[in-house]
């Protein structure tokens, strides 16, 4: 069982930035592959962000390369989001996520745990 909290979220100019922070519980965190899922108002979720167990490989969605990256400290069991040139498209609930598959993050939403979600909102 792995329980995850998300922090960091906020109000924000377009064009600036955010760190969004997720602890996660567990004795065996470096098994787990983590990311970031989002969603905005009236849209489905969508994968913004993944992360090997170990911090080898990355995975980014189009729509977020280049101004966001995904990095995990797993002596402190967290993982992190850091968010720049932020636009007003980026405004959602941002969801961390846990799974022992990291193909699930980037071919299905199903992962097996989530955060209860922190808000963003980029301002124009």
């Known amino acids: 069982q792995v329980q995850l909290v998300e922090s960091g979220g906020g109000l924000v100019q377009a064009g600036g930035s955010l760190r969004l922070s997720c602890a996660a519980s567990g004795r065996t965190f470096s098994r787990y592959a983590m990311g970031w899922f989002r969603q905005a108002p009236g849209k489905d979720r969508e994968f913004v962000a993944a992360i090997s167990g170990r911090g080898g490989s990355t995975y980014y969605a189009d729509s977020v390369k280049g101004r966001f990256t995904i990095s995990r400290d797993n002596a402190k069991s967290m993982v992190y989001l850091q968010m720049n040139s932020l636009k007003p498209e980026d405004t959602a609930i941002y969801y961390c996520?846990?799974?022992?598959?990291?193909?699930?993050?980037?071919?299905?939403?199903?992962?097996?745990?989530w955060g209860q979600g922190t808000q963003v909102v980029v301002s124009s």
């Open positions: 996520a846990a799974d022992n598959t990291i193909v699930k993050f980037t071919a299905t939403l199903n992962v097996d745990y």
